[in-house]
């Protein structure tokens, strides 16, 4: 490898002046060294690499890899007979090393491509890239060899058949070369020479890592205590090749029973070590794609445990700290014995409810120091326990109170490996295998461990979907009102069900905003899109319904500013929203669409139901469109239903038949407004196909009957507080209220001596109004608002509001368009 390898080989012109290995020893293979570092430039160019690929090193070194190596191709096997021309002199034969060099692959590559330039032949090249981590700038190790020259070192002929047969050869013959069988000559010598290829690493290092290669079997590259990287590429063999001897053994396992391992090793000359690493590369491949199908928590958690029964364990039990299933942020640290591990599953192979009431799934439970468990999650490594004694089975076993497990584990051999992800251990897993089974070794600590890696990132990314989502519902769970059930004259129910698909989260939501006058704002809007940010702007828009409403804007105008302030925002999301004003006194709903979808309005007398024809008006955020007001005449019992429109469609259904359907049930009679939306929601929401969340709002506008009103128009005179006290007493008693009559009189005279004084010109209006509460309204002509004072023994005013905030049960002020109103209102006594 690098300069101790290539100083056996001296240079010699075959055809076309190229390299050839005419002198290699058995066992050693002339190996071109490249290291790419993070911004993909050569940070290494060996001696070899500038013979084989045609450049100086000091040419080499600070270009891109991309412009210096072959980047492109497809396997032998699916490679015509025609040369395949790249960019570059490349003609590819091997799997894109491109891929590698940009960073898109995590994981080692192999394969073969042919080099072309102006002053030789065509070389054919065999090529590894092996991932690089860890400290320093390095990135990603390259090696390569000239396929012909190990051709013509064993000494094929150049016939197809041949040439075939030599390049079979020439594959196999690589991997066991770099993968540093003990009958490797080189072994100490490499281990010399490594930190030259690699400055980083010490002598040291590189003896410790030449000889676990030597223990394993296969390369690994470790770079600190806690940063191991398992080199396990596809080694370039042909997939034909594979398949053919994949197949042989089928056969011969068909007709004599399964080959024992000392067998397989034998079987064509191929190594057990060689046959191992293509097993588990093979199943961690298999492995990968059976996880992480959903980002969902709870079946990415049952994935990881299957995939790994009964191929690789006998039993897999999964532990996740107590924040990750909750689907919560938890401190930054190393865990201790005071840290909850809950146990989210357990597979295994045994007899039907052997391991179910003994560890059963959903228990937590803290682990002491002296476990193997405790061990793994505090140093993030693998811990292998080859056999369980009947003493470490007695120590793990005291953990479980009243429950022997020592018939489950003991003799049983057992790996932990962690669940790691981005340097933070999410859990842990438990596996176990028979005692008539193998026991774990080295190489199954090495890919159980690389197993849990990925594992660990697919997990921490349903963690990190779960934690999203929960901050998102939170969020708009709090941001969604909780409406009463009854306002002046009507009568209120409403619904939200989230989302069916990933990012369910929304930005629906719906309001009622009481209004002067006994008048009611019903709000149903929803921002485009899903997740936190939809619910967050939901969050802004609602409150500025809300305030906006407050100063009694008509509602076209409401959404005119509503558009304004969504301009200002930012131009990232868009919001749909239908705004009415139901006044019961008039009997009558004004109302304002924009973009949204229109209300339905069931009649009480004959219970027929329409879509009301409103303009459509754009969605709020577009800017410049204006808002139309349209003016709805109802009678008592009407019903209005407002929803999202993830209520009514559906993909690939016109949403003409969900508008048909919401108008059938809502049209079906209901014992009470919760059963109507009940019934409205059962005949939508079971069509399939929702995926969007729904929210949905329906109002019985119960009116306010003429004799249940009371009004009195009072001039600009203080003597109109005393004449303001005597009609409110006389009404209350009429009304049968004469128990309130205290109270009000205090409060009403209150009211009226402030208007009076602040009114400009135009006389004061006095309302009486009994429904569920009684109200009591006093407007002017005069825009300031009154606040609330801390009075003190000697302060002349700043006394009326604090008796009415103290006596009356809710009261408050608002601006019309003429002026002001202040109100208070007082619950009825009980009959």
């Given at each position: 490898?690098?300069?101790?390898?290539?100083r056996?080989?001296?240079p010699g012109?075959?055809?076309?002046?190229?390299?050839v290995?005419?002198?290699?020893?058995a066992?050693?293979?002339?190996?071109?060294?490249?290291?790419?570092?993070?911004?993909?430039?050569?940070?290494?160019?060996?001696?070899?690499?500038?013979?084989?690929?045609?450049?100086?090193?000091?040419?080499?070194?600070?270009r891109?890899?991309?412009?210096?190596?072959?980047?492109?191709?497809a396997l032998?096997?699916e490679?015509d007979?025609?040369?395949?021309?790249?960019?570059?002199g490349?003609?590819?034969?091997?799997?894109?090393l491109?891929s590698?060099?940009d960073?898109?692959l995590?994981?080692?590559?192999?394969?073969?491509?042919?080099?072309?330039?102006?002053?030789?032949?065509r070389?054919?090249?065999?090529?590894?890239a092996?991932?690089?981590?860890?400290?320093?700038?390095?990135?990603?190790?390259v090696?390569?060899?000239?396929?012909?020259g190990?051709?013509?070192?064993?000494?094929h002929?150049h016939?197809?058949?041949?040439?075939?047969?030599g390049?079979?050869?020439?594959?196999?013959r690589i991997?066991p070369?770099?993968?540093?069988?003990?009958?490797?000559p080189?072994?100490?010598?490499?281990?010399?020479?490594?930190?030259?290829?690699?400055?980083s690493?010490?002598?040291?290092?590189?003896a410790?890592?030449?000889?676990?290669v030597l223990?394993?079997?296969?390369?690994?590259?470790e770079?600190?205590?806690?940063d191991?990287?398992?080199v396990?590429?596809?080694?370039?063999v042909?997939r034909?090749?594979?398949?053919?001897?994949?197949?042989?053994?089928?056969?011969?396992?068909?007709?004599?029973?399964?080959?024992?391992?000392?067998?397989?090793?034998?079987?064509?000359?191929?190594?057990?070590?060689?046959?191992?690493?293509?097993?588990?590369?093979?199943?961690?491949?298999?492995?990968?794609?059976?996880?992480?199908?959903?980002?969902d928590?709870?079946r990415?958690?049952?994935e990881?445990?299957r995939?790994?029964?009964?191929?690789?364990?006998?039993?897999a039990g999964?532990y996740?700290?107590e924040q990750?299933?909750?689907?919560e942020?938890?401190?930054?640290?190393?865990?201790d014995?005071?840290?909850m591990?809950?146990?989210?599953?357990?597979?295994?192979?045994?007899?039907?409810?052997?391991?179910?009431?003994?560890?059963?799934?959903?228990?937590?439970?803290?682990?002491?120091?002296?476990?193997?468990?405790?061990q793994?999650?505090?140093?993030g490594e693998?811990?292998l326990v080859p056999?369980?004694?009947?003493e470490?089975?007695h120590?793990?076993?005291?953990q479980?109170?009243?429950?022997?497990?020592?018939?489950?584990?003991?003799?049983?051999?057992?790996?932990?490996?962690?669940l790691?992800?981005?340097?933070?251990?999410?859990g842990?897993?438990?596996?176990?295998?028979?005692p008539?089974?193998?026991e774990?070794?080295?190489?199954?600590?090495?890919?159980?461990?690389?197993?849990?890696?990925?594992?660990?990132?697919?997990l921490?990314?349903?963690?990190?979907?779960?934690?999203?989502?929960?901050?998102?519902?939170?969020?708009?769970d709090?941001?969604?009102?909780?409406?009463?059930?009854?306002?002046?004259?009507?009568?209120?129910?409403?619904?939200?069900l989230?989302g069916?698909?990933?990012?369910?989260?929304?930005g629906?939501?719906?309001?009622?905003?009481?209004?002067?006058?006994?008048?009611?704002?019903?709000?149903?809007?929803?921002?485009?899109?899903h997740?936190?940010?939809?619910?967050?702007?939901?969050?802004?828009?609602r409150?500025?319904?809300?305030?906006?409403?407050?100063l009694?804007?008509?509602?076209?105008?409401?959404?005119?500013?509503?558009?304004?302030?969504a301009q200002r925002?930012g131009?990232?999301?868009?919001?749909?929203?239908?705004?009415?004003?139901?006044?019961p006194?008039?009997?009558?709903v004004?109302?304002?669409?924009?973009g949204?979808?229109p209300?339905?309005?069931?009649?009480?007398?004959?219970?027929?139901?329409?879509?009301?024809?409103l303009?459509t008006?754009?969605?709020?955020?577009?800017?410049?469109v204006?808002?139309e007001?349209?003016?709805?005449?109802v009678?008592?019992?009407?019903?209005?239903v407002?929803c999202?429109?993830?209520l009514?469609?559906?993909?690939?259904?016109?949403?003409?038949?969900?508008?048909?359907?919401?108008?059938?049930?809502?049209?079906?009679?209901a014992?009470?407004?919760?059963?109507a939306?009940?019934?409205?929601?059962r005949?939508?929401?079971?069509?399939?196909?929702?995926?969007?969340?729904?929210?949905?709002?329906?109002?019985r506008?119960?009116?306010?009957?003429?004799?249940?009103?009371?009004?009195?128009?009072?001039a600009?005179d203080?003597?109109?507080?005393?004449?303001?006290r005597a009609v409110?007493?006389?009404?209350?008693?009429e009304w049968?209220?004469?128990?309130?009559?205290?109270?009000?009189?205090?409060?009403?005279?209150?009211?009226?001596t402030?208007?009076v004084r602040h009114?400009?010109g135009?006389?004061?209006?006095?309302?009486l109004?009994?429904?569920?509460?009684?109200?009591?309204?006093?407007?002017?002509?005069?825009?300031?608002?009154?606040?609330?004072?801390?009075?003190?023994?000697?302060?002349?005013?700043?006394?009326g509001?604090?008796v009415?905030?103290t006596?009356?049960?809710?009261?408050?002020t608002?601006?019309t368009?003429?002026?002001?109103?202040?109100?208070?209102?007082?619950?009825?006594?009980?009959?």
């Amino acid at each position: 490898m690098d300069r101790g390898t290539e100083r056996d080989v001296p240079p010699g012109r075959g055809t076309g002046g190229r390299a050839v290995a005419a002198d290699v020893p058995a066992g050693r293979v002339p190996l071109a060294v490249v290291v790419v570092d993070h911004d993909g430039l050569v940070s290494h160019w060996s001696r070899g690499a500038g013979r084989l690929l045609g450049r100086a090193k000091e040419e080499a070194i600070g270009r891109p890899a991309s412009d210096l190596l072959p980047v492109s191709g497809a396997l032998p096997d699916e490679a015509d007979d025609a040369p395949h021309r790249s960019h570059g002199g490349h003609d590819g034969l091997g799997p894109g090393l491109e891929s590698s060099l940009d960073g898109r692959l995590s994981y080692p590559a192999a394969g073969r491509a042919r080099l072309a330039g102006p002053e030789r032949d065509r070389v054919d090249v065999l090529w590894w890239a092996y991932p690089l981590v860890g400290p320093g700038r390095e990135r990603l190790l390259v090696l390569a060899a000239d396929a012909d020259g190990l051709r013509h070192d064993d000494g094929h002929g150049h016939g197809d058949a041949d040439r075939a047969a030599g390049e079979e050869r020439a594959f196999e013959r690589i991997a066991p070369a770099f993968a540093l069988h003990t009958d490797f000559p080189g072994a100490d010598e490499l281990a010399r020479r490594l930190p030259e290829i690699l400055p980083s690493m010490s002598v040291g290092e590189s003896a410790r890592i030449v000889a676990q290669v030597l223990e394993l079997g296969y390369p690994v590259l470790e770079f600190s205590q806690n940063d191991r990287v398992p080199v396990t590429p596809d080694w370039g063999v042909p997939r034909r090749v594979g398949r053919r001897s994949r197949r042989e053994r089928a056969a011969r396992a068909a007709a004599q029973g399964p080959l024992l391992p000392e067998e397989a090793a034998d079987d064509e000359g191929e190594d057990l070590e060689y046959a191992a690493v293509r097993e588990r590369l093979e199943f961690l491949n298999e492995v990968s794609g059976r996880i992480g199908t959903s980002l969902d928590l709870e079946r990415t958690i049952v994935e990881v445990s299957r995939a790994v029964v009964p191929r690789f364990t006998d039993v897999a039990g999964t532990y996740l700290r107590e924040q990750v299933v909750a689907g919560e942020g938890f401190p930054e640290g190393v865990p201790d014995t005071r840290t909850m591990w809950h146990r989210v599953a357990v597979e295994h192979n045994d007899e039907p409810g052997r391991w179910d009431d003994v560890v059963p799934v959903g228990e937590a439970m803290p682990f002491p120091a002296h476990t193997p468990f405790f061990q793994c999650m505090t140093s993030g490594e693998p811990v292998l326990v080859p056999r369980i004694s009947e003493e470490a089975g007695h120590a793990i076993a005291s953990q479980f109170e009243k429950r022997d497990i020592r018939p489950l584990i003991t003799h049983r051999s057992m790996l932990v490996v962690p669940l790691k992800a981005r340097d933070v251990v999410l859990g842990f897993m438990i596996l176990l295998r028979h005692p008539e089974r193998a026991e774990f070794n080295d190489m199954d600590r090495v890919t159980g461990a690389e197993l849990a890696a990925r594992a660990g990132l697919v997990l921490d990314n349903a963690r990190m979907y779960t934690y999203q989502e929960s901050v998102a519902e939170t969020l708009q769970d709090s941001m969604l009102p909780s409406i009463p059930a009854r306002m002046a004259g009507c009568a209120i129910a409403t619904r939200y069900l989230p989302g069916t698909l990933l990012g369910r989260v929304g930005g629906d939501w719906f309001d009622s905003v009481k209004l002067p006058g006994a008048r009611t704002a019903l709000v149903v809007g929803d921002v485009m899109g899903h997740g936190l940010n939809s619910a967050a702007m939901m969050g802004q828009l609602r409150t500025a319904v809300q305030t906006m409403a407050a100063l009694d804007l008509p509602p076209a105008q409401l959404l005119r500013n509503l558009d304004d302030l969504a301009q200002r925002l930012g131009d990232t999301y868009l919001a749909t929203c239908l705004y009415a004003v139901y006044d019961p006194i008039a009997g009558e709903v004004h109302l304002a669409n924009a973009g949204h979808v229109p209300p339905v309005l069931v009649r009480a007398g004959d219970g027929r139901s329409e879509l009301l024809d409103l303009p459509t008006g754009a969605p709020i955020g577009v800017g410049g469109v204006p808002f139309e007001e349209v003016r709805v005449p109802v009678r008592p019992g009407d019903r209005l239903v407002m929803c999202t429109d993830g209520l009514v469609e559906v993909r690939g259904e016109d949403i003409g038949v969900g508008l048909a359907a919401l108008c059938e049930s809502a049209a079906h009679p209901a014992a009470s407004m919760d059963d109507a939306c009940d019934t409205i929601i059962r005949a939508l929401n079971t069509r399939g196909g929702r995926k969007d969340d729904v929210a949905l709002l329906m109002a019985r506008l119960n009116g306010i009957e003429p004799d249940d009103v009371a009004e009195w128009r009072l001039a600009r005179d203080p003597a109109e507080v005393g004449r303001a006290r005597a009609v409110v007493r006389e009404q209350l008693r009429e009304w049968g209220l004469a128990r309130l009559t205290d109270p009000t009189e205090l409060m009403v005279s209150e009211l009226v001596t402030n208007a009076v004084r602040h009114s400009r010109g135009r006389p004061v209006e006095l309302r009486l109004v009994r429904g569920d509460t009684l109200l009591c309204e006093a407007e002017d002509d005069d825009h300031d608002l009154p606040t609330l004072l801390s009075a003190g023994p000697a302060d002349a005013s700043g006394r009326g509001l604090r008796v009415v905030s103290t006596l009356a049960r809710e009261w408050g002020t608002s601006r019309t368009n003429t002026g002001k109103t202040v109100w208070f209102e007082l619950a009825l006594p009980r009959r």
